[in-house]
C-alpha cells in the first residue's frame, strides 16, 4: 500500500476507534431508550411494571461517562420516568472513557458506592472473570413472556449458569448506505430490493463494486466502498472466531466460511476498491459506492446527500448463508460487583425493556426518531425517513445479531494498542488487518497462522475459570 493510503487510513482508524469508545463497536452503549416531553400524548404509568419487588427509596449509583437523568433540555427517559415513578432514583457517577474501569475497580474495592455500569463488549467473560460484576438471575423474571423476543441473546450470554448480562434491546446496527441514485445512474440494481427477493448476497455486493469503478471516466478516482467493513463482512457469515457453548470457549478460526469472508477482503483490497478515508457520513463527491457504518450516520447521510435517495441495508450474506446476520450490539446494563440495589436495577432493566416494546412507547420513539434536526439558524442537520426508520427496525428484528465472545477477552484480544499490526488486539487484526495492513500481512494463511496459537493461549485462561 502506498504511504499515503497507509496515513490516511490509519488516521481514519484512530478516529474511528475513538468514535465507537461511544457507539456500538467498541461494545459501550449508545443511549436507546425511548424519550417524551410532558406535552406528547404518552400516558408513561409504573403500573406496567411488575417486579413484585419493593423499590420505593431506592437510588442507583449509575458509573458511566453519560447521565440517565435528562440535561440540557433533553427529555427523559421512558425508562427512567417508570423507574421513578416507582419510587426510585438513579445518581451519577461521573467518569471518562480513559478512567471508567479503573474508576470501577477502586469503587468496588474502596467500597464506595456502585451499583450499575453500561454494557460493553468486555463484560463477558473479561468482567465476570475480574469480578466486576454479579448476575442478574435473582432479580429479573426471565421466564416473563416480555423477554420473549430477546432470549436467543439472554441465553447466548449465559455464563456459568447465571445470567449476567440481560439484553433489553438491539442497538447500532451496522449497515450499508448507499444512494438509490447513483445505482441508477450506474445501470445497478437497488440493494434494498434485492435484499427483499434474498439475491443481495456477496456476489452481487462485489459485481455493483467493479460495474461502479468501471463505470468512471478517469477523472476522479472511484471506490467500491468506505467506512467500516471488515467485521461486519466476517459477521455476515453468522459464524465467530470464537465460539462459546455454555460450557468452554473454542477457537474457530480456521472455519471455512470466515476463510472465505477473508479472502473476498484481501480481494477488494487488490482491487483497490477500498477507500481508506475517514467518513462520519456517506460520502457527497459521487465516487465511493457503498458506506459502511452504524445508523448514527444516517441522520448526517441524508442532510448531505438530500437528492440521492439514501438507502440502508444490512451487510450481503455469504451466498452460502441460509439468512441474514447483523453486526450490532445489545443494549444492556450490568450490576456491579458487591451492589445491594439487585431488585432495583433489575427493575431499570425492565423498565428499558418495556421502554423498547411497550406499543405506546415504541410509537412514540419513532415520532421523535422522525423529527428534523435543524440548527438554531433552520439549517438541516439531520433527519431520516419513515421507510429508513421501519427498514432499520426490520433488520433488528428480522435477522440475527452476531456476537464474538472474543472481543470479551481483555486487551490481548481486542485493544488499540500502539495502533500496530504487532500490539493491537487479535480481533481488531482478523476484522481488518488484510484492509490496515498489508505490508505487515499478505494473506488470510499467514494471518490466521500469526495468531491462532495465541489465541489458544487466550481460552486456557477463560476455560480454566470454567471449571
Known amino acids: 500500500m502506498q504511504v499515503k493510503k497507509l496515513t490516511r487510513i490509519l488516521a481514519g482508524l484512530v478516529s474511528l476507534g475513538a468514535l465507537f469508545a461511544m457507539t456500538a463497536c467498541s461494545g459501550e452503549e449508545a443511549e436507546t431508550s425511548s424519550h417524551y416531553k410532558e406535552e406528547d400524548d404518552v400516558v408513561i404509568s409504573s403500573a406496567d411494571v411488575d417486579t413484585g419487588k419493593d423499590i420505593n427509596g431506592q437510588t442507583i449509583y449509575w458509573l458511566a461517562t453519560y447521565d440517565l437523568n435528562p440535561t440540557n433540555n433533553n427529555d427523559r427517559s421512558v425508562a427512567l420516568t417508570l423507574f421513578e415513578d416507582m419510587g426510585g432514583k438513579v445518581e451519577w457517577v461521573q467518569c471518562t472513557s480513559d478512567d471508567k474501569f479503573d474508576t470501577l475497580t477502586n469503587r468496588i474495592l474502596g467500597g464506595d458506592p456502585v451499583d450499575m455500569f453500561p454494557y460493553e463488549w468486555d463484560a463477558v467473560p473479561n468482567g465476570v472473570y475480574k469480578d466486576q460484576y454479579q448476575p442478574l438471575d435473582d432479580y429479573i423474571d426471565l421466564d416473563d413472556e416480555i423477554w420473549d423476543g430477546m432470549r436467543d441473546a439472554i441465553d447466548m450470554y449465559t455464563y456459568n449458569g447465571k445470567h449476567y448480562v440481560v439484553p433489553y434491546a438491539i442497538s447500532d446496527p451496522l449497515l450499508i448506505t448507499y444512494s438509490r441514485q447513483m445505482c441508477e445512474e450506474n445501470g445497478l440494481d437497488d440493494p434494498y430490493e434485492l435484499y427483499q427477493d434474498g439475491d443481495w448476497d456477496w456476489d452481487s455486493f462485489m459485481e455493483m463494486m467493479k ?142 425493556r418495556l421502554a423498547a416494546t411497550q406499543e405506546d412507547y415504541v410509537a412514540a420513539a419513532k415520532e421523535k426518531a422522525l423529527i428534523v434536526e435543524q440548527s438554531a439558524s433552520g439549517v438541516t442537520l439531520g433527519y431520516r425517513t419513515e421507510e429508513q426508520y421501519d427498514a432499520i427496525e426490520s433488520y433488528k428484528n428480522d435477522t440475527t445479531t452476531v456476537f464474538d465472545f472474543g472481543y470479551g477477552m481483555g486487551s490481548t484480544m481486542y485493544g488499540d494498542g500502539e495502533y500496530t499490526y504487532e500490539t493491537r488486539g487479535i480481533m481488531n487484526n482478523l476484522m481488518d488487518a488484510l484492509l490496515s495492513y498489508p505490508d505487515s500481512v499478505d494473506s488470510w494463511a499467514v494471518l490466521r497462522d500469526n495468531w491462532s496459537a495465541a489465541i489458544d493461549d487466550v481460552l486456557k485462561t477463560y476455560n480454566a475459570a470454567l471449571e
Open 211 to 352: 460495474t461502479f469503478v468501471a463505470n468512471g471516466d478517469g477523472s476522479t478516482e472511484r471506490y467500491g466502498i468506505a467506512g467500516w467493513f471488515g467485521q461486519a463482512l466476517v459477521q455476515s457469515t453468522g459464524k465467530t472466531i470464537i465460539n462459546y457453548d455454555g460450557k468452554q470457549f473454542t477457537n474457530n478460526i480456521s472455519d471455512p466460511d470466515i476463510e472465505a469472508a477473508e479472502n473476498m477482503m484481501a480481494e477488494i483490497h487488490s482491487l483497490n476498491l477500498y477507500d481508506p478515508n475517514w467518513y462520519s457520513y456517506f460520502p457527497d463527491a459521487g465516487n465511493i459506492l457503498f458506506y459502511g457504518m452504524a445508523d448514527w450516520s444516517l441522520n448526517a447521510s441524508n442532510a448531505n446527500n438530500p437528492d440521492a435517495g439514501i438507502m440502508v441495508v444490512p451487510f450481503p450474506k455469504s451466498p452460502d448463508a441460509d439468512e441474514y446476520y447483523l453486526c450490532g450490539n445489545y443494549a444492556a446494563k450490568m450490576l456491579v460487583k458487591n451492589s445491594d440495589k439487585g431488585d432495583a436495577v433489575g427493575a431499570y432493566i425492565l423498565c428499558e
